[in-house]
């Protein structure tokens, strides 16, 4: 806002009014408003005029009086005052004013000359004092720069509110930053930092102020922190972000509990004086600290489950390799091995299938917890797959303490797991391979790992097994089995064959085990090692085991019909069979489709299956023999089974492991196997011997008591219609028919 130049003119016209202040619409503009107090009418009247030809508006009060109620009523910004008035002085007005605290100037214009009168005057707070009478350009002088003092004064105060305000937001602004702001003299030390330190590490701000910036800097930061804070560059480099821990005061927090520091972004911007151009001087730094704690844990999450199997909390596959890769390389500088060990747990998903999801995830945690408990620091166990683990041994003496670990961590398995209600047994097959033995390279040593963890499987399980050449071969088979297992059923190519049993003390054949085959539309008629293992991996051994009841019910049935053949049938069943739920029913309904006669059908199930889940086979073992189906424990002696389990269990037959009869000696230690036939005595058990090769084998059994063996000795087990002929020869033979004799001899004499 300007002001008019003062106008010095004596009797101003209306035309020569500065042009700003004529207003349109017959409203006037003007440039103050003026109270003229004085009770002389000639006096207040000329100074009225006065005023409104140099464009004030003034107002008349005839008095002190009428001015203090005129002053109540509206605002004026100058009044000019006579001192010496009848009914209220001029002094008293001004201190009504003052008692008011009306923000008007004041201009004395007075006959009172007096030096007091003055003094007394300009102490109340009047601008100045005009002596009447007055000469009209000084009057107007007077008037015009009290009014610009106002204004100034005015102006001034208006800034100086605009600039508290502007100072109070900036000061908002910065306190209320996510970030931490600071800034550092030349000397690094803080000579600003907003209030985010409080809350962010635990410092009041006039702890920190005046403190070097390495008391806030984590200490295996503080390097890296000077070298940045050192660079007083210019230019695109003078600012730098970088990554740095800071220092908290009280560590109680949670969120700092850990690293006892708070990962900051940290940007720096070198502060130099303007001044000079060509040589500036360095003053400080300013800065910009973010507390990034939260994208670290992010960061710090990812990267761990980047290497880690979140269930079991074990290195995953990729970080596996890794450490192999290290451990190879310091075993080329240390001459010593690596071992690679590939566990697979066994029937692994029959667990899962049959107890839930739930069971088998936790199943995994206590089994990875269990390992780890055999393990040194410097080994690692990682989690590759489903129920797979690998082991990495570096630095490891000898093959010997291989084996030696296998050994203790297939022992590690002998007690069972709890998990809720579930009792459940585990057991791992081993493949473990060597550097520099068996490959020196990280995917040569867990590839032949594998292979002879799958050697493992297939002979078996629950062992382990050196990588050998020779398994290479039977890998690369066993990968096609189960793509063709699949069809295999569908196409038929499943086959039955027939081993007989035999009453050793007559000869007489007294029954059959019903034995699966493959024929393999490439490799020919396939064992059930080359198979079955695959089979119940897959789960394709609970209909491969359906169709076999099937197969072998409906001939037991025919042969039953067309030649009066009383035969006892045996059927091996593996463990998931058992735990379907509809087994108990699909088993009745085949033997009531064929109207089989009670204790026709045996069941077979080896020792070490029946542990595994033992309180259902129970349930459903009993379900079944109570329908009058007999029950035989196949591979007896080779679980590592407590037997007393034996009176728990609905068992009519015992079959002896062949590894024992193998094992007889015309003058050895026989004991497990009289043990065994005894057992059986004591426990009013069928035995059957297994495996039998020799007529000596035959003749010790047959001396021991044991009624009935099965083997090679009788025969192999052979297709249906050879099976026909063989009965044949053998009741032909019990009717001393020559030609049958002589072949039969060779069956059974010795
Ligand atoms: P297993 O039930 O113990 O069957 C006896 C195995 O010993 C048969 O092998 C038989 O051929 C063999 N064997 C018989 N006598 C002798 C002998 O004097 N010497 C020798 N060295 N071996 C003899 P196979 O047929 O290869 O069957 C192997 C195993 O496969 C069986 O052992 C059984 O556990 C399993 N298996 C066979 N068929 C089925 C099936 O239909 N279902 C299920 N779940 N498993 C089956
Ligand atoms: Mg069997
Ligand atoms: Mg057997």
Redesign the pocket.
Known sequence: MSYPAPWNGINPKADELPEKLITTKNKKRFLARVLVVDDEPRARDSLQELLQLSGYEAIVASGGLEAVAKLQERHYELILLDLNMPDMSGQQVMEFINRQHINSDVIIVSGETTFDHATQALRRGAQDFLRKPYAPDELLRSVTNVLEKRRLQEENKSIQLRLEESESLHRFIVNNSPDMIYLLDQDGKFAFVNERVETLLGFKQEEIIGEHFSKLIFHDDVEQAQHTFNERRTGDRATKSIELRLRCKDCDAPRYFESRSVPIELSSIGIYTISHVQNKEFIGTYGVARDITKRKQAEELIKYQLHHDLLTNLPNRSLFRDRLNMALAQSKRSGKHVAVLYLDMDRFKVINDSLGHFVGDELLQQVAHRLKTGLREADTLARVGGDEFNLLIPELNSEDDARTLATKILSLFAAPFYIGEEEIFVSFSIGISLSPEHGDTREALIKNADIAMYQVKYSGKNGYAFYAESMKHHYSQSLDTENGLRRAIEKNELRI?Y?PQVDIQNNKIVGI?????WMHPERGLL???DF?SV?EDTGL?VQ??EW?LIKACRDIRRWLDEFGLKLSLA????VQ?LETKDFVPKVLKIIKKHDLPRNVLEL?I?ESEIMQDMERAIETLSTLSKKGIRIAI??FGTGYSSLGYLQSLPINTL?M??SFV?GIKARGDNSIVNAIIAMAKGLNLDLIA????SPAQRNYLKRSGCTLA????FS??VPESDLLALINDTTLRAKQTPYIKQKSESLFDT
């Open positions: 064959f081993q085990e019903a034995l699966v085959r064992n059930p090692v079955i089979a051994i491969l085991g076999m059927v091996n069943i593996s069979q077979e080896t196949d591979d079959k492991d062949r193998n297994e495996g039998v090769e099965q083997g090679f000795h192999r087990a």
